[in-house]
Nanobody
């Protein structure tokens, strides 16, 4: 079982910045891929950004050039730097950890979620 502790959400005006943090309960190198998803009211949860242990990143088109996902191995923490925020970025943001359980299967773990609200 992997626990993920998130922090950094809040209320910000459009154009502003926020930085989310996620700390897993195990060594970050044991996790195949970490990332962030978000869910806005009435919408499905969607991928924001992911980062593999090998350093391969993937971003949703809607956040490319504005959000940056990074990892601090010494602090065992993953960060999501969000700049130029827009009202449509408003959502609950969830940290995700994906771990391989067999050659072809993975287990997903989720944080409790942190609210990000961008006012216009």
């Amino acid at each position: 079982q992997v626990q993920l502790v998130e922090s950094g959400g809040g209320l910000v005006q459009a154009g502003g910045s926020l930085k989310l943090s996620c700390v897993p309960s195990i060594n970050i190198f044991s996790i195949n891929r970490m990332g962030w998803y978000r869910q806005a009211p009435g919408k499905q949860r969607e991928l924001v950004a992911t980062l593999t242990t090998g350093g391969i990143s993937n971003y949703a088109d809607s956040v490319k050039g504005r959000f940056t996902l990074s990892r601090d191995n010494a602090k065992n923490t993953v960060y999501l730097q969000m700049d130029s925020l827009k009202p449509e970025d408003t959502a609950v943001y969830y940290c995700n950890a994906k771990m391989r359980t067999s050659m072809s299967t993975y287990q997903d773990y989720w944080g409790q979620g942190t609210q990000v609200t961008v006012s216009s």
